[in-house]
Nanobody, 121 residues
Framework: QVQLVESGGGLVQPGGSLRLSCAAS????????MGWYRQAPGNKRELVAT???????NYADSVKGRFTISRDNAENTVYLQMNRLKPEDTAVYYC???????????????WGQGTQVSVSS
C-alpha cells in the first residue's frame, strides 16, 4: 500500500537546475532507503543516487558533484537537487523506497511513476 508521488521534473537549459521531490505515503512503519534512478530512451534504468541509514549517500559517477540527494525522514520524502544539468541527464527519473510496512515485519520496495527531466537548449 506504499505509494510514491514524484514532482519537480520539467524542461531546463543546460547548466540549469531542477529539484525533484518524492513523497512516500501509505502503510509505512519505516523507510530504510530511498533513491533516484533514471532511464533514458533505449537505455536501462540506472542508479542516480541513494540515501540510507544515517544519511549515507551514494551517487553515480556521472552525477557526482552536481546532484545532491537528501531526505526528510519525518515526511518520508526524498529530494534530488540537480545542478549544472547536462543534455545527458535527460531521462525519466524514478523514485524508489525500501522499508517496512506498519504493523508487520514485511518489507516493501516501491517505485514511483517517474518524472520527465529534459535538458535542452
Amino acid at each position: 500500500q506504499v505509494q510514491l508521488v514524484e514532482s519537480g521534473g520539467g524542461l531546463v537549459q543546460p547548466g540549469g537546475s531542477l529539484r525533484l521531490s518524492c513523497a512516500a505515503s501509505g502503510n509505512i512503519f519505516s523507510i530504510n532507503a530511498m533513491g533516484w534512478y533514471r532511464q533514458a530512451p533505449g537505455n536501462k534504468r540506472e542508479l542516480v543516487a541513494t540515501i540510507s541509514g544515517a544519511s549515507s549517500t551514494n551517487y553515480a559517477d556521472s552525477v557526482k558533484g552536481r546532484f545532491t540527494i537528501s531526505r526528510d525522514n519525518a515526511e518520508n520524502t526524498v529530494y534530488l537537487q540537480m545542478n549544472r544539468l547536462k543534455p545527458e541527464d535527460t531521462a525519466v527519473y524514478y523514485c524508489n523506497a525500501r522499508g517496512y510496512y506498519s504493523g508487520s515485519s514485511i518489507a516493501f520496495g516501491s517505485w514511483g511513476q517517474g518524472t520527465q527531466v529534459s535538458v535542452s537548449s
